[in-house]
């Protein structure tokens, strides 16, 4: 299975477009009345379903007999997985099974399988499980420092655009103790060296490990190179961006806080930005 991707608009970067569809459940046959049960998708090169109604749900419609409706509901959508499977597309499943209605085909641009679902929960339910959504486990979601060498991989491609002399300048190493290991820069000039770090929304607090990492690193070697500037220029999410819960938000903006706070306290600037174009003109800004 491939997945295309879209231009970067206001995202951290771009992101491949994967496709899924919603599935619908009409409890009583003819009404018409239908509740979003799950999502049947395509992410990683892999086909799935995640089921959103919360069993809280189906015990207040359905009380002593919910234990059936959810048998009934997790079979339907185990044959939506084996039919993506067998078909490898999502294309054709446009036919209900099992008394659950396939929705319409779309292609959403997420950064993570927990960004895909969440979209599908907003657009579709009320009684899908938000919070739940939150929980995936880490392992669904890529490490910092993927996630970070790609936006400093964006960064580096559209500054050398603005200015190709600041080559040599990127990917950078410097010593940070006298005759010690050389630790590699984002970016290092006699002027500033900086380094590129994403606070990742699904891994916030390795996201904020990783910050304080590299502000150490900042801080050593804006000493002993004698450099005027040290900076770290942080990828974030919009806070209006409608894929993060309350909590994540609240979470995102907290690390932000901290990380602003550790670096002034380090003699070091912390620039927050959304997109890799505003990282690219605050290091060419920073650089001049």
């Known amino acids: 299975m491939n997945a295309t991707t879209r231009p970067g608009i206001d995202g951290i970067l771009d992101a491949p477009l994967h496709p899924w569809r919603p599935l619908f459940w009409e409890p009583v046959n003819g009404t018409g009345e239908r509740l979003l049960v799950g999502v049947v998708h395509g992410y990683a090169g892999h086909w799935g379903t ?61 950064r993570s399988l927990h960004e895909l679902l969440r979209t599908a ?20 979601a890529p490490l910092p420092e993927e996630v970070n060498r790609r936006f400093s991989t964006e960064v580096k491609d559209i500054a050398l655009a603005m200015r190709p002399d600041l080559l040599n300048y990127f990917g950078t190493s410097t010593e940070l103790v006298p ?26 607090s390795a ?26 220029i942080g990828a974030v999410v919009r806070d209006d961006d409608a894929t993060l819960s309350d909590r994540q938000r609240q979470q995102l903006r907290d690390a932000r806080s ?21 990282g690219a003109e605050r290091i060419v800004e920073l650089a001049a």
Do not use: W
């Not at 005759?179 to 916030?204: D, E, I, M, T, W």
């Not at 901290?258 to 505003?278: F, K, R």
């Open 207 to 232: 996201s904020l490990r990783d910050a304080r990492a590299r502000l150490f690193e900042l801080q050593q070697a804006k000493t002993l190179a004698n450099i005027q500037l040290g900076a770290l």
């Open 258 to 278: 901290e990380i602003a706070s550790e670096a002034s306290a380090a003699g070091l600037d912390y620039y927050p930005v959304t997109t890799a174009q505003q």
């Open 50 to 110: 995640a089921r959103m109604l919360r069993d809280e749900s189906l015990d207040c419609l359905f009380g002593k007999r919910s234990q059936g409706a959810r048998r009934l509901i997790e079979h339907g959508l185990a044959l939506f997985r084996a039919a993506a499977d067998a078909g490898g597309s999502l294309q054709f499943l446009s036919e209900p099974l099992m008394g659950i209605y396939p929705g319409e085909l779309r292609n959403t641009a997420a």
């Open 179 to 204: 005759g010690g290991q050389r630790v590699k820069f984002g970016f290092c000039s006699p002027r500033v060296v900086a380094h590129f770090n994403v606070l990742y929304p699904v891994r916030p």
């Open 121 to 140: 929960a907003l657009l579709h339910s009320s009684l899908a499980n938000l919070d739940k959504l939150d929980e995936l486990e880490e392992v669904d």
